[in-house]
């Protein structure tokens, strides 16, 4: 078809070659870099009940702390504790620090690092193999940018755990419509039809879940609650 994608007609879907791979991790980081050098422009207004102020810049320290957390969050995710036979898998932790952004920062700011992130994902297990450009806007761009949904929580009373938990959930919807769209056609001819609507929802959060659970549990233990409210002290 080109030098950067092929179709496989056996998946009936376009897998980019080693040459275009390249270009979109090449472009990819373009755009990451975009995202940091033009992120005051999305500063520049905020939703009311936010907890922001008006017309404030990203400062030096905000993007400091964000760029540190994206930078612990992503090699996290290469710690897989449990791996899923097609796709997703319990990481240490590493969906916290992504949500971490948008409570320290609230909503402009933790969407546009997670929407960065969700690119950074996408480079390392997306970017091979795509069925659809919707497809890869389910399972990637909106899944992973839904962890900023957090900020919508900043300065609320318990507002890192229901933040967080909030973006897992979301998190979870846009993979289980991208499962029902897409991925529900690779299953078994002999699979049960009444099953189809609910698999995808009980195999995405089949992984989200435990990773949930596991980062509550450690977030709760009392020298990280410390060393958390320290963090977002020195954030403030």
Not at 190 to 209: C, E, H
Request: aromatic share 16%.
């Amino acid at each position: 078809m080109s030098n950067w994608v092929e179709f496989v007609e056996e998946d009936g879907a376009y897998v980019l070659t080693e040459s275009g791979n390249t270009a979109v991790m090449f472009l990819l980081y373009l755009a990451i870099i975009a995202v940091a050098v033009n992120i005051g422009l999305f500063m520049r207004k905020t939703g009311e009940n936010t907890g922001e102020k008006k017309g404030r810049s990203f400062t030096t320290k905000q993007l400091v702390f964000a760029g540190v957390a994206l930078a612990v969050a992503f090699p996290l995710s290469y710690i897989k504790i449990i791996h899923m036979p097609w796709g997703g898998s319990v990481t240490l932790c590493s969906m916290l620090f992504v949500s971490l952004i948008g409570y320290w920062f609230g909503p402009s700011i933790g969407l546009t690092a997670a929407f960065a992130y969700s690119l950074l994902q996408f480079i390392q297990g997306g970017s091979s193999y795509m069925l659809s450009p919707l497809q890869v806007m389910l399972d990637y761009i909106f899944a992973f940018t839904a962890l900023g949904i957090s900020g919508f929580f900043h300065k609320k009373k318990n507002g890192l755990l229901i933040g967080y938990l909030a973006a897992v959930f979301c998190r979870g919807v846009f993979h289980s419509i991208g499962g029902y769209l897409y991925w529900m056609d690779y299953m078994p001819d002999n699979f049960p039809q009444s099953l189809s609507a609910l698999y995808p929802i009980a195999y995405n959060f089949a992984y989200l879940l435990p990773e949930a659970v596991l980062t509550v549990i450690i977030i709760s233990l009392p020298p990280v609650k410390k060393a958390l409210t320290q963090l977002t002290k020195e954030a403030a």
